[in-house]
């Protein structure tokens, strides 16, 4: 699959074989990536903690909105500058990222779509593994939206579709991908292809503004949730109950639970479990002379049939095929 690990039809039901088709960019030089990537994006810094650089990247055009489907490889901190020109959604095929932007955190994984519009700093960090889908919609085209609705219903800094919204916002990306050329062929601009178009800053606009209304208080669920994650990680390799998390969280367990159904849609142990599901396939991608059974137990799994039921659920596969 031209170097992404993700399915071709992943499990998000987005069939990704046209975009898989266009030219691809691979690379394990950094700073090819940093330039490649600004070129097509926006000038950022990247910081790579553990040092791995292994960067795929395909790209597409519909219209005047770009696809990209995107691994770095290794663990990666990105720091973009400002988006002036346009506005990115982020949507993870496998793994993990979390993004920072004017004191809002959010973390995403396979399943939610993150909006990225920053006007400053911003700080995104992707987990070792992660693949993403992202949609680079122009600025004139959000605009355009933005007049149709209100001039004042502009976009976030960093905003977060909720799991419910993720499944319609999907079916309009899907239909975008149906839309990609093949063999380099220009797709005429059709009457249904530019309602498409302009419905996509439509949804976000609609949907993103009406979230951060509805929150009267958007910082406090973002130091939750990093307190949340901080804690989860630090358990990767260790038992622990719900209780003790929540203890370790500073939250009461019902609090706890709260969050993570409104965050990730799963309940606190269940988000900890996907987290080891994760370390566990990174291990396994970069150590192919592992032992599943080893791999396993380290985190936290006892039970080799669960762990392969609840590997293959999350990834497609089963460990022995990601270990090659």
Known sequence: ?????????????????????????????????????????????????????????????????????????????????????FVLVQMPLQGSATLQCDG??????????????????????????????????????????????????????????QRPLVVRWLRLVSELLEHLPRDQQVTPLSPWLQHLEQSLPLFLLSHCCAEIADNAEPRQPARHLE??????RGYLNQSISLPQLASEAGMSIRSLNTVCQREYAQSPMERLRSLRLDAARDHLLGNPGASVTEVALEYG????????????????????????
């Open 1 to 85: 699959m031209n170097g992404l690990h993700g399915c071709t039809v992943n499990r998000l039901g987005l069939d990704l074989s046209a975009l898989f088709d266009q030219p691809g960019f691979c690379s394990s030089s950094a700073q090819a990536v940093q330039q490649r990537l600004g070129e097509a994006l926006v000038d950022h810094e990247l910081d790579w903690p553990d040092g791995r650089v292994d960067v795929t990247l395909h790209r597409g055009r519909v219209a005047s909105c770009e696809l990209y489907a995107l691994r770095y490889g290794g663990q990666v901190e990105i720091r973009p500058q400002p988006f002036e020109d």
């Open 104 to 161: 809002v955190s959010h973390c995403v994984s396979p399943g939610d779509a993150a909006v990225l519009a920053p006007r400053e700093e911003a700080r995104v960090l992707w987990e070792a593994g992660c693949e993403q889908l992202m949609l680079k919609l122009p600025r004139p085209l959000v605009e355009a939206s933005q007049a149709q609705l209100h001039p004042s219903a502009g976009l976030p800094p960093l905003s977060r579709l």
């Open 301 to 324: 799994f006892a039970h080799m049939g669960r762990f392969s039921a609840y590997y293959r659920q999350r990834f497609g596969e089963l460990p022995r095929q990601t270990r090659g």
């Open 227 to 232: 307190r949340i994650e901080a804690c989860m």
